[in-house]
């Protein structure tokens, strides 16, 4: 069984910056994919950004040169900084760990971004 914890969420002024992690545990494959996706109240769940084990990125457009994920393989950490927030970023952050035929979840971690 896999287990995903995120941390770092909280409230934050449009313009600033957070960082999130996800610490990932248990039987995890060598070669997978961990992202981050967010749900807005009302809204379906997005991809935000997806890093491969080899180090593959892909962003979703709305936050390209902003948003930076990374990973760190030994300890089975994948991290998101967030820049130039702004209040549309606003959603609950759900770490994703992607092996084949099979997704997990962590529980998510609140952004909230004030205008």
């Known amino acids: 069984q896999v287990e995903l914890v995120e941390s770092g969420g909280g409230l934050v002024q449009a313009g600033g910056s957070l960082r999130l992690s996800c610490a990932a545990s248990g039987s995890i494959a060598r070669i997978n994919v961990m992202g981050w996706y967010r749900q807005a109240p009302g809204k379906q769940r997005e991809l935000v950004a997806r890093i491969s084990s080899?180090?593959?990125?892909?962003?979703?457009?709305?936050?390209?040169?902003?948003?930076?994920?990374?990973?760190?393989?030994?300890?089975?950490?994948?991290?998101?900084?967030?820049?130039?927030?702004?209040?549309?970023?606003?959603?609950?952050?759900?770490?994703?760990?992607?092996?084949?035929?099979?997704?997990?979840?962590?529980?998510?971690?609140?952004?909230?971004?004030?205008?």
């Open 54 to 115: 080899a180090g593959a990125t892909n962003y979703a457009d709305s936050v390209k040169g902003r948003f930076t994920i990374t990973r760190d393989n030994a300890n089975y950490m994948v991290y998101l900084q967030m820049n130039s927030l702004k209040p549309e970023d606003t959603a609950v952050y759900y770490c994703n760990l992607e092996i084949p035929f099979i997704n997990y979840w962590g529980k998510g971690t609140l952004v909230t971004v004030s205008s």
